[in-house]
């Protein structure tokens, strides 16, 4: 039953955001009938309920870490659910009429009953975190319902307020509620009731209690977090008449009611909620007084109750309990059909303004003696409901519950609030109802449809009945609550409207005597006057609130992003460096790290020659790399050259030749890059060079370099210097023979027992010419660079003049032997290639050596005949070379499931072949012929892509020029 | 596994002494890199390693495989014929290139370009 | 006496020739011209082709004849690419 | 050896394989390409599907597939645990949705788009399958490289841009990755990862400093991955830069960086590692809160959504750093969920950003984006005039928008709460549930943190909805293709099932967790993995 | 034989270079060798050199003799003139030469025999016009040089090639 | 030997991380080339350095660390090399499209 309850508004508000936005009425009727359903089910349960059982149901959803869907109902819930579900029937009734057809009537629907069910699960839940779930929920729901007419400014402000706001607090209540469970051991809210010392008695008590209030105070709109609720009246009347009476704001209520047993009773509760009820008692009803919009006014008495009702439970006595719990039920009723009826008002005559609407009685009498009623119970006039709970808490306020200067204070505090309230409804009344005839309404009042009316008149009634016989009324249902929240604590109370006379009676008294009096002064002054209350005018918490917001959300978050991250890459890579350094030295130093001692004794002088030479590259290149790019170019080579004969020194041929051949194809590939860099000359004027700062900068770069490299140095040292650690290498070495069938121990590591890095590796190699392919087709050079070079253009331009000679000629003499040359080492360099994969198994080589020798004959060719020359002669497909160089490498090793051997797995073995004799066959021959042919698809490809440029570059300027003269010409 | 100490006096000495003649002839040649005065007689003196230091230390290498490992085939032959065969390429082009950029430079030490009268050169720089 | 010979000639040649790469890298680094540091790039390569041969010879291993050879059939391609580079501003066309 | 052992290696090698198919296939059939990458991507999702459900159920946790049939730990092997199963699902989950959004128009802005998508799943399942240090660096360099194509996908000036940073960050931050592996290996002798963790209690106290030093350089470059402050400044930039299904698929690349942080300090620094237990985790603690900050404020500060979703990106990069760092157990599984429901969360919230951006200026965008791509040369082809202006976009606009801020805030009832929950309750009650353990300072923190980056998410994302949904003045509804739209609504729909069946996730991630702080079995596992045949049998 | 067999000394030569690399006479080198050989030959066909014939084989001894010759004398030269030990200054300077030489793999080798023998580099050829710019590095006479080349190796090389 | 070996990696590093710091994408490319030699050398030194061991063996037998180099580093270090070089291939054309699009060789786009 508990499970319908609260997956009936849901499945509705799914159903009603189904209907076509112009259909107002059947999502008027879906609304009405699953409010009508709820409360009927609800009302269903009562005599289970009233019996005092607690009604459970359980669905697992994380029984792990205790969080399951539990719903619990017992009397408190039980009339705050009915409380839910019978005024929201009403505002749907309501708001059938209020709405207007322009707006999405549909939406409004959907996210009002999904407001429903959301309130029903906060105040069904029996998990802490399912409450908090929902509690969420009421937010974010909330902020939609606000911001309904979200074209209006207002409207969008007062929902992103409220959201922030009560989520934030409700963030805060959540860690709350997760330290409960912590304390307890257990989210399960019978659990957590049960366990109230234990709560109150942990060290994180005072930690929990302030965020949870956090979380309550927030809800309720308790000083200093109210101003959200004012604002939040921009949302249509039925929105703020549900949401202000009998649910958002009353969830923070129903919070602190429902864990009064366990947070209640301390110093500390006592204190915070104290002062947080009384303030918000007094400022609210202050605040109300000199409110100019009816909404508004209503608004701040809001505040201003809700305050009373967590004064009455900051108090931590249980009759005062009872009252507060008694305050709720009324004020949900005479507050939802004050708002109803102010929303009549706006509705008839088009204006919420109480300087401008006057007299109305004449028009509407109706609906001005169910105004007068509601408003005489909220200033709690005899007879009617709220006078009952008002009395009750001005009783408790005159008691003594613990002695110090709040307590002292209250029942002064709780006489004015009330004279001011006396006050704020008066003014309403009068204001509105009496006085001369209106003037210049945007409409003509008239009575609204009686359906209207309707639920305004059950709300009033209800008003009546309660204050007058309240025992035969509310007084079991409240019983069941109140029984519920306090268990055995429940005191003997009595609902009569007569007490006798007593204290209570006569501050009553005071109260309406001086709230007429005040009323009477300050009529004058309130005709005329401007919105917001004196002295208080300018402290508008709301601007207060955005200017922190922004301040904090924007300017500081945009500061401190700018201080603590960058966007430039210099910095970046200093952090990075700077963060390696740390990284090593600090985890090397803090264990005593030594570096190993020097020795020279093993130093090759011609070695150390080569690296001398090595060195001066290596500096001389970073030197140079600014304004001198084909030297440091040159220099890098240098460096290369040195790496590469080192690799042969220190027994890795297949280093050396790999690294030889790469180099090669680099240094093409940088000069082929180089022509679309215009140059850059060095300018000793150049303000850059000059100035102290940059010379600082500098001066730290090179100190990381040094640091770096120094860094380097040390590890590589000692790690060289120490004795090699037992490693996997001698399993390779044992068996690169016997099992892989190759001498070449690398080889075999690379095709074999690592074939699947070096997969990885030809994929990398693939993606980046694919990369490198894709990135040039789009590629537009700078501007100065498009132009052809200046030699070729000198050198056209010098054939162009001679009479006998073609553009081209010189190029073509100039080329004339070398290119004859180039192109005999084509089959030469293809040999070597072919020398290099074939014996890659067992010698230094392999398929990708092979692969970049015979891009590298390619490119030699195109260096020899051009780009168009060599296209016309040879089909290049590199990218299908690619792919099938992709595929050979996979299928090889996908070759070994047909054996039920895992991938790669390879198999070698000699052929006898007549005459030739033994073969070597391996399987990892052909894995290597797919690394061959995509290594030549790739570097070819990025080689070509690259040259490619020269050629279309003309054709861009062509476009351009094209452009440029069909711009001019029209 | 062979070591050089293995070969014999009388094929270590033609050994030692090429590798010792290839060598200096080598870093005659790249004094020569560094000593000649314009950029056209510097593009001489990679010929020296080119030519005579490649060819005797593969000479030495030859005789020496030859002797340590009994066999009797020149490979190294194969880098005496490449090196001379790329060799004049890159030469040739900067040669060429250097002519080129002096001409355009109007410098008055190399001769002008045979075809033709000159085309106007003024107004670039390289 | 043959061994300490041959060690120390080999020695010495290895030296004179890391020499020979010295002055080319000093062409490299002193310029003045682009063609220069190229002309240098190209010794460099030549002399570090002997360089890896007296190496060989020195550890009577021929496995690392391919990298000479390979220095020696596609060292050029660099130095034409420069070459090129200087000659038509642009190494393929 | 059966069937199902030889699935492991198919999530590598099915997405090369359609890879090497698709290149040389003609550009002009890109949507063939997309159709035949979409259905290897399919194909490997259920793959996925399968061998999670064999981790899932089996008892000793990790099957190990040897690489050409060579026994741990000398050959290269991949190790299926719940972990790695659980990235690799995600992953294809990831990667169906960015692949059907791609098709719409996206993958037109360059070539090869199908290729390097499918190559970067490669490169990302191998990173999570592998058991091998080295190789892992082969797979993290494919998945980069793809991923830097994929950035550059459809160039422009702000794409290359971000991309030179991001690559050059990156190309430097792999020199440490190599610098670290290799340190490592000339420190133990051993490449392979449980190989390395048994050795890691024996060896002596020299070995186990440069083993430590080589660790933290190979940790940078992780932390660089993942984003951490001061080292992730470049992601932001680079996720906004990217066309949307790339940003999209890019919400899984930083979790590379956090899978691995995770994989490596729990197998290699957990309490079996003598005097190295515990290495990286104050760094992973702290570094991890201050990206939380970092990114939370970064969240606030940004204008554009782009942006936004980026330091989205490094709030949850941060918060599984720290959480790893805290050294709870118990984080780890709620941590786990967090990672999957973060990271489809910022997947759709990438590719539904473009959608809503369209909605604000229609059009304008869209145009402006073929201008750029099909510009002045080259391409003619024309761009076809299809899909409709479906009735209720706005709505379901709207809609996904409202589930994404509500996802990334950590709002209730989608997963982003559930999983913030989870690890507040793992840190609340790292034993036993109400256990007495006190929460220490760092923890707090942490706490503090998460709630705070959730609100400043909140704030963020209400600022730019109600900017973009509530303040337009009525303009032209977008023209949204449904398959621009379903993969967003698939995505969002899967964090509402994890919701649902928050249960049995969590069931699952804490098993995980379980698993990865007790790595003996899988130690185990991989070095006594059999190798195949009749000759292996050794 | 011609269209199997475009280049067939080419595939000789490279028959050769891979037997040479492979330090192998192996009947399986052989095979595969020539193989190679030939497909090389017909890839050749597509980038369409020149195809020569060379006539007087005895020639090409003679000249490479020749060859060597000079090379040996000329790298002494030149070292002298680097280590500055000759008496008299050095006087380098360009040489124009007009070639009859037509054929681009005579002029090929006559290039590399030029940049092969210290001292003398070829710098520019103008192919209409036939002159041969080169730079002689110890230049005493530039008419003793046109004429070395002339008679020592264009001529040989004409017989050769035409 | 180690001693020349590391003070190269010294060298190499320290030129690779200065240029890695500077404000053109140029000299970025050149440090990333560095870098990537400092970093390959490195590698190669943790196998620990050996003067004519060549991981090569003889035909039919088993080799063993007393006779032969290290073989891991050398073949991590030729998987590093190839991707150094796909790298910088990468890096090289993303560089000119920078230069092509913003109009300035400025890492960040911009002066
Ligand atoms: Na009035
Ligand atoms: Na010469």
């Known amino acids: ?970 | ?126 | ?93 | 050896m059966n069937g199902l052992h030889h699935l492991i290696v198919l999530p590598i090698l099915l997405p090369l394989v359609t890879a090497a198919v698709l290149i040389p296939v003609d550009e002009r059939n890109r949507t063939t390409k997309g159709v035949i990458g979409f259905v290897s991507t399919i194909l490997v999702f259920l793959a996925g599907v399968v061998l999670m459900r064999a981790a899932a159920t089996s008892q000793d946790g990790a099957s190990v597939y040897l690489l050409g049939n060579w026994p741990a730990p000398f050959g290269i092997v991949l190790v299926l645990d719940r972990l790695s199963a659980l990235m690799l699902v995600l992953t294809s989950v990831l990667a169906l949705a960015t692949q059907a959004f791609s098709m719409s128009k996206w993958h037109r802005m360059g070539h090869h788009f199908h290729s390097l998508f499918q190559l970067m799943l490669a490169g990302l399942n191998g990173a999570f399958l592998t058991g091998d240090l080295f190789n892992l660096f082969v797979f993290f360099e494919m998945m980069l490289a793809a991923s830097y194509g994929l950035l550059l996908h459809g160039s422009g000036p702000l794409r290359v841009k971000a991309g030179l940073h991001y690559i050059a960050v990156n190309l430097a931050a792999s020199s440490l990755f190599l610098i670290g592996v290799s340190m490592i290996y000339g420190a133990t002798g051993t490449l392979n990862m449980a190989d390395l963790a048994m050795r890691i209690g024996t060896i002596g106290p020299e070995s186990r400093m440069l083993m430590e030093a080589g660790a933290a350089l190979l940790g940078i470059a992780f932390l660089v991955k993942a984003g951490m402050w001061p080292l992730g400044f470049w992601l932001p930039a680079a996720y906004s830069a990217a066309t949307p299904p790339v940003a999209a698929i890019f919400a899984i690349l930083t979790k590379v960086g956090v899978y691995i942080l995770l994989r490596l300090s729990l197998l290699l620094f957990g309490s079996d590692a003598g005097n190295s237990a515990g290495f990286g985790q104050p760094v992973l603690l702290y570094g991890g809160l201050l990206t939380i900050g970092f990114g939370a404020i970064g969240v606030l500060a940004s204008q554009a959504m782009g942006r936004l979703a980026g330091y989205c990106v490094l709030v949850s990069s941060g918060t599984l750093m720290a959480a790893i760092g805290l050294g709870n157990g118990a984080v780890i599984g709620g941590a786990l969920f967090y990672l999957v429901s973060s990271t489809l969360t910022i997947c759709a919230f990438f590719l539904l950003i473009e959608l809503v951006e369209r909605a604000r200026d229609a059009g304008a965008d869209v145009l402006a984006v073929t201008m750029e791509a099909y510009g002045d040369i080259d391409e003619n082809e024309e761009e076809k005039e299809e899909g409709v202006a479906v009735p209720g976009t706005m709505a379901v606009l709207g809609l996904s928008f409202s589930a994404c801020a509500i996802l990334l805030s950590g709002l209730p009832p989608l997963s982003g709460f559930i999983a913030k929950f989870a690890m507040l309750h793992g840190l609340f009650n790292p034993g036993s549930f109400g256990g007495d353990a006190p929460v220490s300072g760092a923890e707090w923190t942490y706490t503090a943190l998460l709630i705070l980056s959730g609100l400043a998410a909140m704030i963020a994302m209400n600022r730019v909805g109600i900017r973009t949904f509530w303040t337009s003045i009525e303009g032209t509804i977008p023209r949204v293709f449904l398959i621009e739209i379903a993969p967003v609504l698939m995505l969002l729909a899967v964090c509402a099932f994890m919701s649902l069946q928050a249960g049995s996730a969590m069931r699952y991630m804490d098993a995980t967790a379980k698993a990865l702080s007790e790595p003996q079995n899988y130690i185990g596992r991989v070095m006594s993995a059999p190798r195949a045949g009749p000759t292996g049998g050794q | ?162 | ?111």
């Open chain 2, 1 to 126: 596994m062979t070591h050089l100490t293995d070969l014999p006096v009388w094929a270590a000495i033609p050994v030692c002494l090429l590798l010792l003649g290839g060598s200096a002839i080598t870093l005659v040649g790249s004094i020569g890199l560094i000593r000649l005065k314009t950029f056209y007689g510097r593009l001489h003196a990679p010929t020296l390693s080119s030519s005579a230091g490649t060819v005797l230390i593969c000479l030495a290498s030859m005789i020496a495989f030859a002797v340590l490992q009994n066999r009797w085939i020149f490979h190294e032959v194969l880098i005496i014929i490449f090196v001379i065969l790329t060799t004049p390429v890159t030469l040739m082009l900067l040669g060429q290139s250097a002519l080129y950029r002096d001409r355009i430079e109007g410098s008055t030490d190399v001769p002008r370009k045979t075809t033709g009268p000159e085309p106007d050169l003024s107004a670039i720089d390289i």
């Open chain 6, 1 to 111: 030997m180690e001693l020349v070996l590391s003070a190269a990696i010294g060298v190499l590093s320290a030129s690779g991380v200065w240029l890695l710091f500077r404000p053109r994408t140029y000299q970025v490319i050149i440090g990333l080339s560095l870098l990537s030699y400092a970093v390959n050398l490195f590698i190669f030194g943790m196998g620990r350095l050996r003067v004519n061991a060549p991981p090569l063996l003889e035909p039919g037998g088993a080799g063993g660390l007393l006779t032969h180099t290290d073989p891991i580093p050398q073949a991590l270090v030729l998987t590093a090399i190839v991707i150094g070089f796909a790298m910088t291939a990468l890096f090289l054309v993303v560089l000119l499209a920078s230069r092509g699009f913003t109009g300035t060789d400025h890492v960040d786009g911009r002066e």
């Open chain 1, 1 to 970: 039953m508990l499970l319908v309850l609260i997956l009936a508004p849901f499945a509705g508000s799914l159903a009603a955001i189904c209907i076509p936005t112009d259909k107002a009425t059947p999502a008027a009727w879906l609304s009405g009938g699953v409010a009508l359903f709820c409360l009927a089910t609800a009302a269903g349960l009562y005599p289970v309920i009233a019996s005092g059982r607690v009604l459970r149901h359980d669905v697992h959803w994380l029984p792990e870490l205790g969080l399951n869907f539990t719903l619990r109902m017992d009397g408190f819930a039980w009339m705050f659910a009915s409380l839910v579900t019978a005024i929201g029937l009403l505002v749907v009734v309501y708001a059938r009429y209020y709405m207007s057809a322009s707006d999405p009537v549909p939406r409004f629907f959907s996210l009002f009953l999904a407001f429903m069910g959301a309130m029903l699960g906060v105040v069904l839940s029996g998990n802490l975190i399912l409450l908090a779930i929902f509690w969420e929920l009421t937010s974010i729901v909330s902020f939609l319902l606000i911001g309904y007419w979200h074209h209006n400014a207002h409207a969008r402000e007062g929902a992103r307020m409220a959201l922030t706001i009560t989520g934030t607090g409700g963030l805060c209540m959540f860690v709350g509620l997760m330290l409960i469970g912590h304390i307890v051991g257990s989210y399960d809210l019978d659990i957590v009731l049960s366990s109230g010392d234990a709560i109150r008695n942990d060290p994180l008590y005072t930690t929990v209690l302030v965020l949870i209030l956090l979380g309550a105070l927030t809800k309720s709109a308790q000083f200093p977090f109210h101003f959200w609720l004012p604002h939040a009246m921009a949302a249509p009347t039925p929105v703020s008449a549900y949401l202000h009476s009998a649910t958002l704001v009353k969830a923070g209520v129903f919070l602190l009611t429902r864990l009064w047993p366990v947070l209640a009773g301390t110093d500390a509760w006592f204190w915070i909620v104290g002062l947080a009820g009384l303030s918000t008692l007094l400022l609210g009803a202050y605040f109300a007084i000199f409110q100019q919009d009816m909404k508004g006014l209503l608004a701040y008495s809001t505040i201003s109750h809700l305050g009373l009702i967590t004064v009455l439970l900051s108090l931590g006595s249980p009759l005062a309990a009872v009252a507060a719990i008694f305050h709720t039920m009324n004020h949900a009723t005479f507050k939802a059909s004050l708002f109803m009826a102010a929303g009549i008002i706006d509705h008839e005559t088009g204006t919420r303004d109480m300087r401008r609407l006057s007299g109305l009685f004449r028009h509407m009498p109706f609906t001005a003696t169910l105004a007068m009623v509601a408003s005489a119970a909220m200033a709690g006039v005899p007879l009617l409901n709220g006078f009952l709970s008002k009395e009750m808490f001005f009783a408790e306020a005159i008691e003594t519950h613990k002695y110090n200067i709040l307590d002292t204070v209250t029942p002064y505090v709780a006489t004015l609030a009330s004279m001011f309230a006396v006050t704020y409804s008066l003014r309403f009344i009068h204001s509105v109802f009496f006085g001369p005839q209106p003037h210049d309404l945007p409409k003509m009042p008239h009575e609204p449809p009686h359906w209207m009316r309707a639920p305004i008149e059950f709300l009033v009634f209800a008003c009546l009945v309660v204050g007058i016989v309240p025992s035969w009324t509310i007084g079991p249902f409240l019983h069941t609550a109140v029984k519920s929240v306090l268990g055995d604590a429940t005191p003997v109370y009595s609902l009569a409207v007569w007490h006798g006379w007593n204290l209570p009676l006569f501050m009553s008294v005071i109260a309406l005597v001086g709230g007429v009096g005040l009323f009477l002064i300050m009529k004058p002054y309130l005709a005329t006057s401007v919105e917001g209350p004196p002295f208080f005018r300018r402290l508008e918490g709301q601007r207060i609130f955005e200017r922190v917001l922004v301040t904090l959300s924007w300017k500081w978050a945009r500061s401190i992003e700018m201080r603590a991250g960058t966007r430039r890459l210099q910095p970046q890579m200093r952090i990075l460096v700077a963060v390696a350094l740390l990284a090593g030295a600090v985890t090397l130093l803090t264990q005593g790290f030594k570096p190993a001692a020097i020795f020279l004794r093993s130093v090759d002088p011609a070695f150390a020659l080569i690296w001398l030479i090595g060195m001066i590259c290596a500096v001389g290149a970073a030197y140079q790399a600014k304004f001198h790019r084909l030297a440091a170019l040159v220099l890098l080579g240098g460096a290369g050259l040195v790496t590469c004969i080192t690799f042969v020194w220190l027994s890795a041929p297949d280093l050396a030749v790999t690294q030889l051949l790469v180099e090669i194809v680099t240094t093409v590939l940088i000069l082929l890059g180089l022509r679309w860099l215009p140059k850059r000359i060095e300018d000793p004027n150049d303000p850059e060079i000059m100035t102290f700062s940059t010379r600082m900068r500098r001066l730290r770069d090179l100190a990381f370099a040094l640091f770096a490299g120094l860094g380097m140095m040390i590890i590589s040292y000692t790690m060289m210097s120490r004795e090699m650690p037992e490693t996997i290498s001698s399993y390779f070495l044992e068996r690169a023979y016997s099992e892989g069938g190759g001498t070449n121990v690398v080889n075999v590591i690379l095709v074999d027992f690592r074939g699947f890095d070096t997969l990885g590796e030809i994929a990398v190699l693939c993606i980046v010419a694919l990369t490198v392919f894709a990135l040039l087709l789009r590629f537009r050079p700078a501007t100065e660079s498009l132009e052809t070079p200046e030699q070729q253009r000198m050198q056209n331009a010098f054939d162009d003049e001679h009479p006998h000679r073609k553009t081209g000629d010189s190029i073509a003499e100039y080329l004339l032997v070398p290119s004859v040359i180039m192109r005999w080492m084509f089959p030469v360099i293809g040999m070597l290639s072919a020398f290099l994969f074939f014996r890659g198994h067992d010698l230094p080589g392999g398929g990708f050596a092979a692969g970049i020798a015979m891009s590298i004959g390619f490119i030699l060719q195109y260096m020899a005949g051009g780009t168009r020359w060599v296209e016309e002669r040879l089909r290049i497909h590199p990218l299908r070379w690619m792919a099938i160089g992709l595929v050979i490498a996979a299928a090889t090793g996908l070759g070994s499931w047909l054996f039920g051997y895992p991938f790669l797995t390879s198999h070698a073995q000699y052929a006898s072949l007549p005459i030739i004799g033994k073969i070597p066959l391996a399987t990892a021959i052909l894995f290597d012929l797919g690394v061959f042919s995509l290594v030549l698809g790739a570097t070819v490809l990025i080689l070509i892509a690259l040259a490619h440029q020269s050629v279309r570059a003309p054709r861009a300027h062509l476009i351009r020029a094209a452009r440029a003269a069909a711009k001019e010409g029209s």
């Open chain 3, 1 to 93: 006496m043959n061994e300490l010979f041959i060690i120390w000639s080999i020695l010495i040649s290895q030296i004179l020739i890391g020499l020979a790469m010295g002055c080319a890298l000093f062409r490299i680094a002193r310029g003045p011209r682009a063609q220069d540091r190229i002309l240098g790039l190209d010794a460099l390569y030549i002399t570090a082709m002997l360089l890896l041969l007296t190496f060989g010879i020195r550890t009577a291993n021929s496995i690392y004849f391919e990298a000479a050879l390979i220095i020696a059939l596609l060292g050029f391609v660099s130095s034409i690419a420069f070459a090129k580079f200087l000659m038509r501003g642009e190494v393929i066309e």
């Open chain 5, 1 to 162: 034989m011609r269209y199997w067999f475009p280049y067939p000394l080419l595939s000789l030569s490279l028959l050769a270079l891979w037997l040479l690399i492979n330090q192998s006479l192996s009947i399986g080198h052989i095979l595969l060798g020539s193989t190679l050989g030939i497909s090389w030959a017909w890839i050749m066909v597509n980038l369409q050199p020149d195809k020569t014939r060379l006539h007087k084989l005895r020639r090409i001894a003679v000249l490479t003799g020749r060859v060597a010759v000079d090379v040996v004398r000329s790298n002494l030269t030149v070292m002298r003139v680097i280590l500055g030990t000759g008496s008299r200054p050095v006087n380098s300077g360009f040489v124009a030469i007009d070639l009859s030489l037509r054929d681009d793999n005579a002029l090929a080798l006559l290039a590399c025999i030029l940049t092969a023998t210290p001292g003398t580099a070829w710098l520019e050829f103008d192919r209409q016009t036939g002159v041969l710019t080169i730079h002689v590095l110890d230049l005493e006479n530039g008419a003793r040089w046109s004429d070395l080349i002339k008679c020592r190796y264009e001529a040989p090389l004409k017989e050769i090639f035409e």
